[in-house]
T-cell receptor, first 114, second 115 residues
């Protein structure tokens, strides 16, 4: 079953707390992504991972870092969360980073930073 | 910086009607285009891709691409209430300043199909 999972689905944190969002995929995809989705802005790319320990910044990496120690897992870390990081975060994976491959998205994590 | 703009922002069509969604992009070197659909409370899901100029039909969905005019569109024939969703176009990876590729997504068109 081709699936991308995300945990947790909902999270409420206070400003300054650390946040860990986890993503898993069962398709052995090399490439994984983290996006955030805000109303009227579509999907904004935070980070891409091309494989284990091979990560690259996206359009809005400031305030975020990632970790990929196993091909099937990709984590997004917010050190000292800020209120403007309240958003819905999506993880995605694709077979490769080439343009012809579709991205498979997880169900999202709704993060609220108070 | 690639700009991808979608219109209209929202669209209401009657059941059985035709929905037309538009997407313009700014980079003439763009090569690949995807349409994604996102139902409420879910993650986006790929609907169809188009890589060559012209039309591509998959069931009730037809994508049209005109690279010279920097334009791609999606047409949904015989629209169903289950087609109600947020639709994104995603334009081919451009050469990011790190030398790696990335997609650019439009802001989306919210489609509502009313019975």
């Amino acid at each position: 079953d081709m699936k991308v999972t995300q945990m947790p689905r909902y999270l409420i944190k206070r400003m300054g707390e650390n946040v860990l969002l986890e993503c898993g995929q069962d398709m052995s995809h090399e490439t994984m992504y983290w996006y955030r989705q805000d109303p009227g802005l579509g999907l904004q790319l935070i980070y891409i991972s091309y494989d284990v320990d091979s990560n690259s910044e996206g359009d809005i990496p400031k305030g975020y870092r990632v970790s990929r120690k196993k091909r099937e897992h990709f984590s997004l870390i917010l050190d000292s969360a800020k209120t403007n990081q309240t958003s819905v975060y999506f993880c995605a994976s694709s077979f490769d980073w080439g343009a012809s491959y579709e991205q498979y998205f997880g169900p999202g994590t709704r993060l609220t930073v108070l | 910086q690639q700009k991808v703009q979608q219109s209209p922002e929202s669209l209401i069509v009657p059941e059985g009607g035709m929905a037309s969604l538009n997407c313009t992009f700014s980079d003439r070197n763009s090569q690949y285009f995807w349409w994604y659909r996102q139902h409420s409370g879910e993650g986006p899901k790929a609907l169809m891709s188009i890589f060559s100029n012209g039309d591509k039909k998959e069931g009730r969905f037809t994508a049209h691409l005109n690279k010279a005019s920097l334009y791609v569109s999606l047409h949904i024939k015989d629209s169903q209430p289950s087609d109600s969703a947020l639709y994104f176009c995603a334009v081919s990876p451009i050469f990011h300043n790190t030398g790696n590729y990335k997609y650019v997504f439009g802001a989306g068109t919210r489609l509502k199909v009313i019975a």
